[in-house]
């Protein structure tokens, strides 16, 4: 494996790790949807949704930089996406369950907030102002569904509290 060694390399991996984020959300979700509660099922649909459009975007954005889409595993999303599996499947059906992948599901988008924040400060940098265009797009389109999620941990925590 080579090393990166340039931040038009780096930028190019980060575009890789935030792909394969995107695909790890449309790959996992339909597993989880069963186990999804009601309260918050239409989180699901929604990001399988914007999933599909982001990694298009990150795919052509590649293609632009004359890189592959396909290269980065995105593990620290994908272990997220592991843990909302194991609460699904150890949790009991109901609010405290809901909570839980509320909770795993934030975590998810904060992990893509970072990372399109990096990849948006590197193309800031290159002069790549479409790269900057699309990741920025895109890091907002995260921003939204996390404070939906929010939303929905609030209404989630009301009962409980």
């Known amino acids: 494996m080579s090393q990166t060694s340039t931040p038009a390399e780096l930028l190019i991996v980060a ?7 995107e695909i790890a959300w449309g790959q996992r979700l339909p597993e989880l949807r069963e186990a999804v509660p009601d309260s ?7 990001e399988l949704a914007r999933s599909a459009a982001q990694a298009f975007r990150l795919a052509a954005l590649a293609e632009i930089l004359g890189a592959p889409a396909q290269k980065m595993e995105n593990i620290w999303l994908r272990a997220i996406l592991d ?7 150890t949790i009991v059906e ?4 809901a909570i839980a992948l ?14 399109y924040e990096t990849a948006i400060g590197l193309a800031r940098e290159l002069g790549h102002d479409e790269a900057v265009a699309v990741l920025t797009l ?17 209404e989630l925590l009301q009962p409980i509290s």
Do not use: N
């Open 15 to 21: 575009i890789q790790d935030l792909h394969d984020g």
């Open 40 to 46: 918050i099922i239409s989180f699901v649909p929604d």
């Open 83 to 89: 843990d909302a599996k194991r609460d699904s499947e």
């Open 94 to 97: 109901g609010p405290l369950r």
């Open 102 to 115: 509320v909770g795993a599901f934030r975590k998810g988008k904060q992990a893509e907030r970072v990372s």
């Open 138 to 154: 895109s890091r907002d389109e995260e921003a939204a569904a996390d404070a939906e999620l929010e939303r929905q941990l609030d």
